[in-house]
Every structure is written in structure tokens, then in C-alpha cells.
DNA sequence: CTACCTCGAGCTCA
DNA sequence: CTCGAGGTAG
């Protein structure tokens, strides 16, 4: 089926394309990229909260990298819309930010009465980050807030690639309890003092990273390895059934499970697959991957989750069904009646 | 075997 | 958002 390139036009006669000839969306937004760059820009904002909606920018913060050196850097405050509250007199109050962000990043209503407004701020950092790979902790959290107000006030498309320490981290040194940007800190012996403002945040982040960096220099890691994902079907990370051998020796011969191949579709709710799979060997009997013309048991997990199977028949049931019209020796079990039968020693 | 799809679990940012 | 598990098509 082609898709073809997909367009849309403006009320004034422009156009926009939506998607490319292979149905792929153009992208806005630049692409999170799995590697280890020397030149980059570390970006960072505090904000009134998590959500670009309602939420607005507070403070910026960048830093420059060449050759993995910090070369220049880039800070401000920035003055967002603020609110008013009142209180049960009826006196109103206006404010920039609230207690809770106030406590932890140091920002003070004081302080942003004096800053600068996005209008001012923004040109300059635009200049300043130019077209570098953008370098963040969750990096997808400061792209969002800018991508939104760039477009806001300059009809500005910030479409640099990112590098997102996060997910750098949690491929890196998958044995971290969590990968916040604190504990990332402490584990690489990052000093993390005065945490909670952007410059000082990117120097945080831009210290991790180098250190993300030297380890895989130094254990000879190639970044872009760590993250080639081998299918799960197939002979490679995935488990072969036929290769599961007993844990016993003795079989009970008259147990229908004996020498019968068995097939599971589905995902079972008691138990993982594999452990099934044991069971069956352990009494004797064979697993296969899919449903063949040897099979004579198909085991039916839940498979109510799984878009893929329009009408509540796995591939691999409506196969079994057809096999069984033919005559096959196969039958149909629903995991409960599965149960029962390993559970029965012997009939 | 390769390529792609879909869902649920778990998580990080101020 | 990202990733792994499980599944489909050729």
C-alpha cells in the first residue's frame, strides 16, 4: 500500500507538508540521537511546573562544548506572566512563582520582578545555541517548554537533535536505583551541590556525561552497541522452547503430556511461559515455537490486549483450528485446564 | 531471518 | 517518553 506524501493548505494559500512519500511524519522537532558528541550545547530551564501548557519558563541556562571543553556560557532569569491570589479578606496578591519552586530552586518572586521577559531572552539564546546537538537530563522536558515559546513569540521551529543524558544513563549503568539527575551525580562521584538552577544544572549534566563518556572510553564500549536491540523472535535473545531440556529423569509415560509437543499462544496469567514450557519438558513432553503439524496441545493465555488479533483468535489458534479440521491430533486447552492436567500426576 | 507493529510497565523533568 | 515482550508478514 503506498501513502504517498501528505499536504495541507493554508487559508492563505500555503502549504504544508505533513508527511514524506513513505508516510513518515516530517519531523518538528529535532531527533533524539544515541551517541557521544565532543561539540554540543548543555541546555537547562527551571519552570513554575512540569506542564508546557499551563506552566511557564523561569530561568535559562546553556553551556558551550568544543572538544569536549566548556568554551562560553549563557544565563538568565527569566519573568513569566505570574498570577494573582486572594486571600479570605479579599485582598489580592500577585506573584511570579509559588512557595514550593521558590524553596527549591532559589528563584524568588523578588528576583523575577527585575528579570528580563522571553521577548529579551530568547533571540539571545537562539543565537547562542545556534544549530548544536542539544545536551539535557530528560532533555525532552526543556525542549518541550522551548519548542512552545519559540514558536510563540518568534514562529521560531526548534528542530536541533538532542542527546538525552537519561537515556544515555539508563543504558549505560543499568544497575543505578534510578536515574535522576542526583543520583547519577553520586554515582559518578559528580560534586552536585546547589542543584536547581540551570547553569548550575548544566554543569551537573555536562560533568556526567563527561564521565558517562570516559567509561565507555575506557571499557571500549561503542555507545550505539549498547543500544542495537536484537528482536525478540527469532534464535537471538529469545527463548528457544525446543531447547529446553528436563530437570528430571524419570517420566510418567502414562501422563498425557508425555512425548506430546505442546504450543503456547498468548500470554498466561500465572505463571511466565517458559516456566510452563519447563513443566511440560519435566513430564515428558516437547514445546515448539509455533503451531506445526507435530503439535497436539496449543495452551491459550490472554491475548484480549493484543490489537494484532482482530477477532479474539491469535494466529496461531485460527492455524491449531484448521489443523484439527484436517484431522491433526491437537487439542485446545485454556491455561486453567492446563493447570489441572500438569497438576495430575498420572491418570 | 528481517522488519515492523502494539501494548503495558516504569519513570523523569519543576 | 522509552523499552521489552510478544506477535505478524514476507
Redesign the pocket.
Known amino acids: 500500500m503506498s501513502v504517498g506524501v501528505s499536504i495541507i493548505v493554508n487559508e492563505d494559500g500555503t502549504m504544508e507538508i505533513l508527511q514524506d512519500n513513505k508516510g513518515r511524519p516530517i519531523r518538528e522537532k529535532g531527533e ?1 540521537l544515541i551517541s557521544i558528541p565532543s561539540n554540543y550545547t548543555v541546555v ?4 513554575t ?2 506542564d508546557p501548557r499551563y506552566d511557564e519558563i523561569i530561568e535559562v541556562g546553556a553551556l558551550k562544548i568544543r572538544e569536549g571543553k566548556i568554551i562560553d556560557q549563557f544565563e538568565s532569569l527569566i519573568q513569566p506572566d505570574g498570577y494573582y491570589l486572594y486571600d479570605d479578606d479579599g485582598n489580592e496578591s500577585f506573584y511570579y512563582v509559588d512557595e ?2 521558590t524553596e ?2 532559589g528563584i524568588t518572586n523578588e528576583m523575577l520582578s527585575k528579570a528580563p521577559t522571553l521577548e529579551k531572552v530568547l533571540p539571545r539564546f537562539i543565537e547562542f545555541i545556534n544549530d548544536d546537538i542539544l545536551l539535557g ?2 532533555v ?2 526543556d525542549i518541550n517548554f522551548l519548542y512552545d515559546v519559540l514558536m510563540e513569540h518568534l514562529d521560531y521551529k526548534l528542530s536541533n537533535d538532542m542527546v538525552d543524558l ?2 544515555l544513563s ?2 549505560v549503568f543499568p544497575d543505578f536505583k ?5 543520583t547519577i551525580s553520586i554515582n559518578l562521584g559528580v560534586d552536585n551541590s546547589n542543584a ?1 538552577r540551570s547553569l548550575r ?1 548544566c554543569e551537573i549534566t555536562y560533568q556526567c556525561f563527561s564521565k558517562l563518556s570516559e567509561h565507555l572510553k575506557a571499557n571500549n564500549i561503542i555507545i550505539e552497541d549498547l ?1 542495537k ?1 536484537k ?5 537471538g ?1 529469545h527463548l528457544d522452547l525446543r531447547t529446553i531440556e528436563a530437570e528430571n529423569e524419570d517420566f510418567d509415560e502414562e501422563h498425557l503430556l508425555f512425548n506430546a509437543y505442546c504450543t ?4 498466561l496469567e500465572k505463571m ?2 517458559k516456566d510452563a514450557a519447563q513443566i511440560v519438558v519435566n513430564l515428558g513432553g516437547h514445546c515448539l515455537n509455533s503451531v506445526t503439524k507435530k503439535t497436539n496441545f496449543l495452551i491459550l ?1 490472554n ?1 484480549d ?5 482482530k477477532d479474539g483468535k ?3 489458534l485460527k492455524k491449531a483450528e484448521q489443523l484439527i479440521l484436517n484431522g491433526q491430533d491437537l487439542k485446545i486447552l485454556s491455561e486453567d485446564v492446563f493447570y489441572d492436567l500438569v497438576m495430575e500426576k498420572s491418570y
Do not use: C, Q
Open positions: 533524539s537547562d530551564i527551571e519552570t511546573g512540569f514550593f519552586i527549591l530552586t537530563h530528560n525532552h522536558f537519561l537515556r539508563r543504558k534510578n536515574h535522576k539527575l542526583e536547581h544544572d543500544f536491540r528482536y525478540s523472535s527469532g534464535s535473545k503456547f499462544t498468548g500470554k511466565e511461559r493465555g491475548f490486549y493484543n490489537a494484532t488479533v491469535s494466529s496461531k
